[in-house]
């Protein structure tokens, strides 16, 4: 498989925009999900433990993700202008730590899935409220 021309050597800020391009795309296809399940079904207690249970994950991957990314991208280059091998070395670091410290809090946050559900969603109660921990958890996974 051939890779394209673009994505093999590009500037910051040409893959800057390719990632803002692609962070567009994906933020059409949410909205498209919310649609979908805004009209297959509706606004039930089940719809809305769902939700609750998808901001959860997404809400720490969302903090995880932007902070590495704003953090990795100047030290790599740093790092690349000295050598190859120096860029390659601090990037398997960083994703040690990054995917260590992510796998502790995706295990925290399995385990204390009912505190974070009642923070989100306070007036969850009885099989909704159980629903969305139960949620939260596999979509953690």
Not at 68 to 83: C, D, G, R, V, W
Request: glycine residues 6%; hydrophobic residues 55%.
């Amino acid at each position: 498989m051939k890779i394209p021309a673009f994505l093999k050597k590009q500037t910051i800020t040409q893959a800057a925009l390719i990632i803002a391009v692609i962070s567009f795309i994906s933020k059409f296809f949410g909205f498209f999900r919310e649609v979908l399940v805004a009209k297959y079904f509706g606004a039930t207690g089940q719809t809305d433990a769902f939700l609750v249970a998808l901001i959860i994950p997404s809400m720490i991957l969302g903090l995880f993700s932007s902070g590495f990314n704003t953090l990795i991208i100047p030290f790599y280059l740093e790092k690349k202008a000295q050598s190859m091998e120096a860029a390659r070395r601090f990037v398997n670091s960083a994703f040690t730590v990054w995917g260590t410290l992510f796998l502790i809090l995706s295990i925290l946050i399995f385990i204390f899935a009912p505190s974070f559900v009642r923070v989100i969603a306070y007036g969850f109660k009885g099989e909704t409220f159980h629903l969305a921990v139960t949620l939260t958890r596999y979509l953690l996974i």
